[in-house]
Protein backbone atom coordinates (compact mmCIF):
# COMPACT_ATOMS: atom_id res chain seq x y z
CA UNK A 1 0.00 0.00 0.00
CA UNK A 2 1.05 3.83 0.01
CA UNK A 3 3.48 5.51 2.33
CA UNK A 4 4.08 8.96 2.86
CA UNK A 5 7.45 9.80 4.31
CA UNK A 6 7.30 13.68 5.68
CA UNK A 7 10.01 15.84 6.39
CA UNK A 8 11.13 17.66 8.77
CA UNK A 9 9.38 17.00 11.80
CA UNK A 10 9.95 20.19 13.41
CA UNK A 11 10.82 23.54 11.88
CA UNK A 12 11.39 26.69 13.67
CA UNK A 13 11.38 29.78 11.71
CA UNK A 14 12.10 33.33 12.16
CA UNK A 15 8.83 35.53 11.34
CA UNK A 16 8.74 36.75 7.62
CA UNK A 17 10.68 33.85 6.19
CA UNK A 18 9.80 30.85 4.20
CA UNK A 19 8.59 27.70 5.23
CA UNK A 20 9.33 24.34 3.19
CA UNK A 21 7.84 21.05 4.21
CA UNK A 22 8.49 17.84 1.77
CA UNK A 23 6.87 14.19 1.88
CA UNK A 24 7.65 11.62 -0.47
CA UNK A 25 4.88 8.74 -1.32
CA UNK A 26 5.56 4.94 -2.56
CA UNK A 27 2.56 4.29 -5.02
CA UNK A 28 2.41 5.74 -8.35
CA UNK A 29 -1.11 5.38 -9.09
CA UNK A 30 -1.64 8.15 -6.65
CA UNK A 31 -2.76 11.82 -7.81
CA UNK A 32 -4.35 13.35 -5.10
CA UNK A 33 -2.18 15.45 -2.83
CA UNK A 34 -3.92 17.87 0.08
CA UNK A 35 -2.20 18.95 3.11
CA UNK A 36 -3.57 20.03 6.17
CA UNK A 37 -3.02 22.04 9.09
CA UNK A 38 -3.59 21.24 13.11
CA UNK A 39 -3.86 23.39 15.76
CA UNK A 40 -3.72 21.94 19.07
CA UNK A 41 -6.78 20.05 20.37
CA UNK A 42 -8.42 21.06 15.95
CA UNK A 43 -9.54 19.33 13.58
CA UNK A 44 -7.42 19.20 10.92
CA UNK A 45 -8.01 22.03 8.29
CA UNK A 46 -7.62 21.65 4.57
CA UNK A 47 -5.04 24.29 3.44
CA UNK A 48 -4.23 23.44 -0.29
CA UNK A 49 -4.32 20.49 -2.16
CA UNK A 50 -2.59 19.36 -6.16
CA UNK A 51 -4.11 16.59 -8.35
CA UNK A 52 -1.13 14.72 -10.21
CA UNK A 53 -2.14 16.38 -13.52
CA UNK A 54 -0.86 19.82 -12.18
CA UNK A 55 2.86 20.69 -11.31
CA UNK A 56 2.12 23.29 -9.01
CA UNK A 57 -0.45 25.65 -7.42
CA UNK A 58 -0.58 28.69 -5.14
CA UNK A 59 -3.20 30.54 -3.08
CA UNK A 60 -1.57 33.74 -1.51
CA UNK A 61 1.18 32.58 1.15
CA UNK A 62 0.50 29.39 0.50
CA UNK A 63 1.85 27.05 -2.42
CA UNK A 64 2.09 23.30 -3.10
CA UNK A 65 4.91 21.44 -6.01
CA UNK A 66 4.22 18.16 -7.11
CA UNK A 67 7.31 16.22 -8.87
CA UNK A 68 5.48 12.97 -10.46
CA UNK A 69 8.68 11.37 -11.49
CA UNK A 70 10.47 11.91 -8.47
CA UNK A 71 7.49 10.94 -6.31
CA UNK A 72 7.44 14.04 -4.18
CA UNK A 73 5.37 17.55 -3.15
CA UNK A 74 6.02 20.12 -1.38
CA UNK A 75 4.45 22.75 0.82
CA UNK A 76 5.78 26.43 0.70
CA UNK A 77 4.73 29.14 2.94
CA UNK A 78 6.01 32.64 2.14
CA UNK A 79 6.28 35.50 4.85
CA UNK A 80 5.34 33.54 7.75
CA UNK A 81 3.20 35.28 10.73
CA UNK A 82 3.20 33.73 14.43
CA UNK A 83 -0.53 32.41 13.58
CA UNK A 84 0.73 29.96 10.61
CA UNK A 85 3.03 27.87 13.87
CA UNK A 86 0.72 24.22 13.96
CA UNK A 87 1.22 20.74 13.07
CA UNK A 88 1.30 20.24 8.93
CA UNK A 89 0.61 16.92 7.35
CA UNK A 90 0.98 15.78 4.10
CA UNK A 91 -1.36 12.87 2.22
CA UNK A 92 -1.76 11.39 -0.48
CA UNK A 93 -4.73 8.92 -2.06
CA UNK A 94 -5.74 7.79 -5.19
CA UNK A 95 -9.21 10.21 -5.86
CA UNK A 96 -11.70 9.94 -3.43
CA UNK A 97 -10.28 7.27 -1.52
CA UNK A 98 -8.81 7.09 2.09
CA UNK A 99 -6.10 9.44 2.93
CA UNK A 100 -2.52 8.10 3.77
CA UNK A 101 -1.13 10.88 6.04
CA UNK A 102 2.51 11.60 6.91
CA UNK A 103 3.67 12.39 10.52
CA UNK A 104 3.65 15.89 10.55
CA UNK A 105 5.73 18.80 11.00
CA UNK A 106 5.65 20.94 13.67
CA UNK A 107 5.94 24.79 12.66
CA UNK A 108 6.99 27.25 15.11
CA UNK A 109 7.08 30.74 13.65
CA UNK A 110 9.16 33.15 16.36
CA UNK A 111 8.09 36.92 16.52
CA UNK B 1 -23.14 25.58 6.01
CA UNK B 2 -22.52 23.40 8.90
CA UNK B 3 -19.52 21.58 8.65
CA UNK B 4 -18.61 17.84 10.10
CA UNK B 5 -19.43 17.43 13.80
CA UNK B 6 -19.12 14.05 15.76
CA UNK B 7 -20.13 13.69 19.66
CA UNK B 8 -19.14 13.53 22.17
CA UNK B 9 -16.28 15.52 22.39
CA UNK B 10 -14.55 13.71 25.20
CA UNK B 11 -15.52 10.02 26.35
CA UNK B 12 -13.84 8.42 29.45
CA UNK B 13 -14.39 4.53 29.36
CA UNK B 14 -12.87 2.02 31.86
CA UNK B 15 -11.36 -0.85 30.35
CA UNK B 16 -14.19 -3.81 28.98
CA UNK B 17 -16.62 -0.53 28.64
CA UNK B 18 -18.05 -0.53 25.26
CA UNK B 19 -18.45 2.78 23.48
CA UNK B 20 -20.27 4.69 20.64
CA UNK B 21 -18.95 7.60 18.94
CA UNK B 22 -21.14 9.89 16.30
CA UNK B 23 -20.49 11.52 13.04
CA UNK B 24 -22.83 14.02 11.21
CA UNK B 25 -21.09 14.49 7.77
CA UNK B 26 -21.87 17.89 5.99
CA UNK B 27 -25.32 17.46 4.23
CA UNK B 28 -25.45 15.85 0.46
CA UNK B 29 -21.63 14.55 1.48
CA UNK B 30 -21.23 11.14 -0.03
CA UNK B 31 -18.57 9.90 1.42
CA UNK B 32 -17.26 9.21 4.97
CA UNK B 33 -14.00 8.27 6.37
CA UNK B 34 -13.31 7.43 10.04
CA UNK B 35 -9.28 8.17 11.19
CA UNK B 36 -7.80 7.15 14.25
CA UNK B 37 -5.27 9.73 15.44
CA UNK B 38 -2.62 8.79 18.50
CA UNK B 39 -0.76 11.33 20.46
CA UNK B 40 1.93 13.44 18.01
CA UNK B 41 1.21 11.18 15.12
CA UNK B 42 -0.89 11.53 11.58
CA UNK B 43 -4.30 10.60 11.05
CA UNK B 44 -4.69 6.77 10.28
CA UNK B 45 -7.29 5.38 8.16
CA UNK B 46 -10.20 3.07 9.71
CA UNK B 47 -12.83 2.47 7.40
CA UNK B 48 -14.93 3.98 4.70
CA UNK B 49 -18.81 4.34 3.26
CA UNK B 50 -20.20 5.46 0.20
CA UNK B 51 -23.86 6.06 0.95
CA UNK B 52 -24.61 3.47 3.49
CA UNK B 53 -22.26 0.77 1.58
CA UNK B 54 -18.76 -0.23 3.92
CA UNK B 55 -16.55 -0.16 0.69
CA UNK B 56 -13.46 -0.14 2.55
CA UNK B 57 -12.57 -1.44 6.78
CA UNK B 58 -9.23 -2.71 6.33
CA UNK B 59 -8.05 -0.27 9.10
CA UNK B 60 -9.71 -1.29 11.89
CA UNK B 61 -7.39 -2.92 14.64
CA UNK B 62 -9.59 -5.52 15.85
CA UNK B 63 -13.08 -6.85 15.57
CA UNK B 64 -13.76 -5.04 18.40
CA UNK B 65 -14.35 -1.87 16.25
CA UNK B 66 -17.45 -1.85 14.37
CA UNK B 67 -19.04 0.96 12.15
CA UNK B 68 -22.39 1.34 10.64
CA UNK B 69 -23.94 4.33 8.66
CA UNK B 70 -27.40 2.47 7.63
CA UNK B 71 -29.26 5.70 6.26
CA UNK B 72 -26.02 6.83 4.30
CA UNK B 73 -26.19 10.25 6.71
CA UNK B 74 -24.97 9.87 10.20
CA UNK B 75 -22.07 7.07 11.02
CA UNK B 76 -21.58 5.45 14.34
CA UNK B 77 -18.28 3.93 15.41
CA UNK B 78 -18.68 1.49 18.16
CA UNK B 79 -15.55 0.04 19.98
CA UNK B 80 -16.40 -3.21 22.85
CA UNK B 81 -14.51 -4.15 25.07
CA UNK B 82 -12.08 -1.58 24.93
CA UNK B 83 -8.25 -1.38 25.77
CA UNK B 84 -5.90 1.06 26.89
CA UNK B 85 -4.51 0.86 23.57
CA UNK B 86 -7.76 2.25 22.24
CA UNK B 87 -6.96 5.87 23.95
CA UNK B 88 -6.80 8.16 20.68
CA UNK B 89 -8.98 10.66 19.01
CA UNK B 90 -11.11 9.42 16.49
CA UNK B 91 -11.68 11.91 13.24
CA UNK B 92 -14.64 11.50 11.10
CA UNK B 93 -14.56 13.34 7.64
CA UNK B 94 -16.80 13.42 4.47
CA UNK B 95 -16.30 14.18 1.24
CA UNK B 96 -18.89 14.76 -1.71
CA UNK B 97 -17.33 12.78 -4.25
CA UNK B 98 -17.71 9.15 -4.81
CA UNK B 99 -15.03 6.86 -5.55
CA UNK B 100 -13.66 6.09 -8.91
CA UNK B 101 -14.88 9.76 -10.21
CA UNK B 102 -13.20 12.82 -11.26
CA UNK B 103 -14.90 15.15 -8.46
CA UNK B 104 -14.25 17.12 -5.46
CA UNK B 105 -12.04 15.06 -3.26
CA UNK B 106 -11.89 16.86 -0.77
CA UNK B 107 -12.25 15.65 2.59
CA UNK B 108 -13.40 17.67 5.63
CA UNK B 109 -12.87 16.67 9.04
CA UNK B 110 -14.85 17.14 12.46
CA UNK B 111 -13.88 17.95 15.62
CA UNK B 112 -12.66 14.64 16.74
CA UNK B 113 -14.00 12.52 19.58
CA UNK B 114 -11.00 12.38 22.29
CA UNK B 115 -11.22 8.92 23.84
CA UNK B 116 -9.86 7.93 26.77
CA UNK B 117 -9.84 4.53 28.47
CA UNK B 118 -8.35 4.04 32.01
Known amino acids: GENVEQHPSTLSVQEGDSAVIKCTYS??????FPWYKQELGKRPQLIID?????GEKKDQRIAVTLNKTAKHFSLHITETQPEDSAVYFC??????????FGKGTRLSVIA | GAGVSQSPRYKVAKRGQDVALRCDPI?????LFWYQQALGQGPEFLTY????????KSGLPSDRFFAERPEGSVSTLKIQRTQQEDSAVYLC????????????????FGPGTRLTVT
Open chain 2, 93 to 108: ASSLAVLGTFGSYEQY
Open chain 1, 50 to 54: IRSNV
Open chain 1, 27 to 32: DSASNY
Open chain 1, 91 to 100: AASKGNTPLV
Open chain 2, 27 to 31: SGHVS
Open chain 2, 49 to 56: FQNEAQLD
